[in-house]
Nanobody
């Protein structure tokens, strides 16, 4: 079992940058695909991006080049760097893990979820 715990959210001005972290505990975390999702008020949870155990990554269609995902196997931590923040980036950002061998983009294919961290972008 894997338990993700997100941190790093907060109130940020538009145009700023933010790095979210997800510390995952459990056995063989490095074997899991890890991903970020986000959910804005009144909207469905959407795939931001994911990274495989080998470091390969993919991003959601709605995500521009402002997002970068990385992971550190030594500390079992997943990161999401967001630059040039926009008002529409305001959402709760969730970290998720799955034992699948590819990077799914749908929520139902992820087995473990964190509680989320709120990111609010102000003008």
């Amino acid at each position: 079992q894997v338990q993700p715990v997100e941190s790093g959210g907060g109130l940020v001005q538009a145009g700023g940058s933010l790095r979210l972290s997800c510390a995952a505990s459990g056995r063989t975390v490095s074997n899991y695909v890890m991903a970020w999702f986000r959910q804005a008020p009144g909207k469905e949870r959407e795939f931001v991006g994911g990274v495989s155990w080998s470091g390969g990554s993919t991003y959601g269609d709605s995500v521009e080049g402002r997002f970068t995902i990385s992971r550190d196997h030594a500390s079992n931590t997943l990161y999401l760097q967001i630059s040039s923040l926009k008002l529409e980036d305001t959402a709760v950002y969730y970290c998720a893990a799955t034992a699948r061998f590819w990077i799914p983009i749908t929520t139902t294919e992820y087995d473990y979820w964190g509680q989320g961290t709120q990111v609010t972008v102000s003008s």
